[in-house]
């Protein structure tokens, strides 16, 4: 394994090891380019996750402080803890349940097919789903994802059962159990699924993809890339030229480090990284870097989210085998008399009882709550997962006086559904518990979003400079050797889960960055 | 399909006689006995009586008739020690029980753990959510209650699963009922 020196100024750094950092890693090292990625988080893999949520939620969870604030129900239930990401190598890739879908080619270019939508700073992608095409595959097959390049899909389990019998009585056409990064057989050294149902706790017989276990390892193999971990990154600097120089981090103790470079990648999660330039603020750059246009840490985006949890006369144990077992895609088209624009998937959940009784209905309590807890092991669910409308007040800040263990000061996110996301979320509630009763649901929960676990959108990609943070190469406008490389890059976030285009992205950045230093315009 | 027994019997151990309260609950002293006389408890910071109140909010706000009181006891428990260290928590719980209890007093006539009729308690309990106190307890008790493992089978989970290979031969696709419906 590689270990570069702290004073060379010819690597590139990568902040952050999850779906960008740790795919854009491995590929730069694949390429031959030397590669540090500095990791906030500690290193863990299938040998020491635990198949218990609360004891897994403290072993990899980001757990710094945060605040949230806006009329989301989120701010007020867990007001420490307005999203649910993941702090080690490997990042939210981790928790991740593995659902891995292209976008649609019309959600690349919603302004142009939406409209003008009032109250969202909505606009179009500058790439499109043509060129996106290969880079899709090429993440596929690095992830092994199922339903593409000829792997078969899982099996249902009792949880998709319910809900695919229920699709059939909705008339729904297009379901099955999911194009997810999971083996349904042995693929790329890894075995196939044991339906072990702790997929958000890392899988640990290694059969679902993580950047941490996969893809990290694939680029240290190389000699090229070094991962080092429990380094949180503070600030990035700049000299007098305004090009980027290196970071400053804390190490495991604490101390403050300095590690130089010739290119620096953000890729710490949509709250992570609009913190990190805006708190890299200077005299040169007075409102954080790359943020000419003022719109690092805006158009926050967490997808329109709910669940639906049904109970039914007999057992289900619908939490034994893939926590995500299967999709129902029929609701993801754009199909305005819905009275909404956009779409949303439905996709099939489970979780373990201490989680149910922390995200059924928070808040709630006495007989009624009771009597749905005491039917757990009858019911079955699933997540709906939207797309939701950027607004320039959907915003990542840094707190005025709270600071973290590091002297930093700790993001807020502000969150206010749009009157869209509102009108979506209520049209899914209604069909999934449409599609329940089909099968003789005794009774119907409609649940509230969780802690938001799709991050998007806080240092968007524009097609010009005034309008965004980075351009179609996720290149900062401001900054050339300065990239963003994760979710924060999104432009707009489509009603698909998100990772397969982080990775896909992440992908294509790598070629771009490598002919970049090859022909030294970086 | 691969059903659950959900039934577990508790041991009984202790045998002694006491003041007795609306959930059965034998108090003596510092110490509460529970009525299948299968654990008890001492606390030594709040003090029976206070803590016997928080057992009873604890089974109002998540009233699961099959779970024994020690369940509910043991998030308890837990306040006690704490009590005995942080002075603000102790004075909050003996505060807002009082609070309660003439609340109780007032509307019912007795002190709320005393009160027989749950439909009562609870009354008095919805007047009283914005209480710290009932916040703490309803708050705690999301993981204190049903993150304990104890009480998992009772609610047909089986919890952890990799050591047993996973449910791949243990009935993660054997629903048999779908075409009844
Ligand atoms: C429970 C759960 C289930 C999910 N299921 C799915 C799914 O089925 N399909 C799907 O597409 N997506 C899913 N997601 C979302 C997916 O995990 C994320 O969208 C994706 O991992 C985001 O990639 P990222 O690179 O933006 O950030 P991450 O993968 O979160 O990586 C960010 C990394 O940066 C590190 N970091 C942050 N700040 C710093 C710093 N200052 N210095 C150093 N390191 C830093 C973090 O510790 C972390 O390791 C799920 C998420 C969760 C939590
Ligand atoms: S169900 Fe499959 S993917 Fe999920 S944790 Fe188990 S083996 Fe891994």
């Known amino acids: 394994m590689a270990k570069f020196s702290k004073n060379d100024d010819s690597l590139v750094v990568i902040i952050g090891s999850g779906a960008g950092g740790g795919v854009l890693g491995m590929e730069l090292a694949m390429k031959g380019i030397k590669t540090v990625v500095l990791e906030a988080g500690g290193r863990h893999g299938p040998q020491d996750f635990v198949n218990d949520e609360w004891a897994s939620f403290g072993q990899i969870s980001w757990l710094d402080q945060r605040t949230t604030s806006g009329d989301w129900r989120v701010s007020r239930d867990f007001s420490g803890l307005p999203s649910w990401i993941v702090k080690a190598v490997g990042g939210s890739t981790l928790h991740w349940a593995g659902a891995s879908l292209r976008f649609q080619p019309h959600e690349w270019k919603v302004k142009t097919n939406y409209g003008n939508i009032k109250n969202t700073s909505i606009m179009d992608w500058p790439i499109d789903h043509k060129e996106m095409d290969k880079w899709y595959t090429r993440a596929e097959n690095h992830m092994g994802t199922l339903g593409t390049g000829g792997r078969e899909r899982l099996p249902g389990n009792n949880n998709y059962k319910v809900f695919e019998a229920g699709a059939k009585r909705m008339g729904y056409k297009n379901f099955h159990t999911g194009n997810m990064s999971i083996n349904s057989k042995p693929y790329d050294g890894r075995v196939a699924c044991q339906q072990i149902g702790f997929c958000f706790q890392g899988c640990k017989s290694g059969a679902k993809w993580s950047a941490g276990y996969v893809s990290i390892p694939k680029g240290e193999a190389t000699g090229n890339l070094e991962c080092r971990t429990n380094a949180q990154v503070i600030k990035i600097e700049h000299d007098k030229s305004g090009k980027v120089t290196g970071v400053v981090y804390a190490d495991a103790k604490g101390k403050q480090q300095r590690q130089k470079a010739r290119v620096v990648c953000v890729a710490g999660n949509s709250i992570e990284s609009p913190r990190l330039l805006l708190n890299s603020e200077s005299s040169m750059f007075k409102n954080g870097l790359a943020n000419s246009s003022g719109e690092v840490g805006k158009n926050y985006m967490r997808h329109m989210t709910a669940s639906t949890y049904a109970i039914f006369e007999n057992p289900v144990y619908f939490y034994r085998g893939t926590t995500m077992a299967g999709i129902v895609t029929d609701e993801s088209i754009n199909d305005p008399k819905r009275g909404f624009v956009g779409g949303y ?128 190469n996720g290149q900062t406008w401001d900054i050339k050797n300065l990239f963003i490389s994760d979710g924060s890059q999104f432009t707009t976030g489509a009603a698909e889960n998100p990772t397969l285009t982080i990775v896909a992205l992440a992908m294509r950045q790598a070629e771009f960055i490598a002919k970049q230093m090859s022909s030294k315009a970086i | 399909m691969r059903l659950l027994n959900k039934s577990t019997i508790s041991r009984r151990t202790f045998l002694k006689t006491g003041t007795v309260t609306a959930l059965g609950l034998t108090i003596m002293g510092p110490m509460i006995i529970g009525k299948d006389k299968s654990w008890a ?35 308890i428990q837990g306040y006690d020690s704490a009590a005995g260290k942080d002075k603000a928590l102790k004075s909050m719980i003996s505060k807002e029980c009082k609070k309660i209890n003439s609340a109780a007093k007032k509307k019912y006539k007795n002190n709320y753990r005393m009160i027989n009729r749950e439909v009562e308690r609870v009354d008095i309990l919805k007047s009283n959510t914005k209480s710290p106190l009932f916040a703490k307890v309803r708050g705690d008790l999301v993981t204190g209650l049903y993150n304990n493992k104890e009480v998992w089978p009772k609610f047909g989970y089986e919890g952890e699963s990799a050591s047993k290979g996973g449910y791949l031969n243990r009935g993660y696709n054997d629903i048999d009922w779908l075409d009844k419906v």
């Open chain 2, 41 to 75: 408890a001492t606390f030594s910071n709040i003090g029976a009586d206070d803590a016997a109140t928080l057992i009873q909010m604890a089974r109002d706000i998540y009233p699961h008739d099959f779970l024994a009181d020690k369940y509910y006891a043991k998030v």
């Open chain 1, 345 to 472: 998937e439905l996709e099939t959940l489970a979780l373990g009882l201490p989680f149910m009784a922390a995200f059924l209905d928070p808040g709630q309590w006495g007989r009624g709550f009771a009597s749905s807890m005491e039917r757990y092991d009858h019911m079955a669910g699933l997540w709906i997962v939207g797309e939701d409308m950027p607004q320039s007040t959907n915003a990542v800040t840094l707190h005025k006086k709270l600071k973290d263990q590091h002297g930093m000061p700790i993001p807020n996110v502000n969150f206010s559904d749009h009157e869209n996301d509102i009108k979506m979320r209520n049209h899914a509630w209604k069909q999934s518990t449409a599609l329940y009763k089909s099968v003789g649901a005794t009774k119907v929960l409609q649940t509230p979003p969780y802690p938001s676990t799709h991050n998007l959108g806080t240092n968007r990609m524009s097609a010009s400079a005034k309008d965004g943070v980075c351009n179609r």
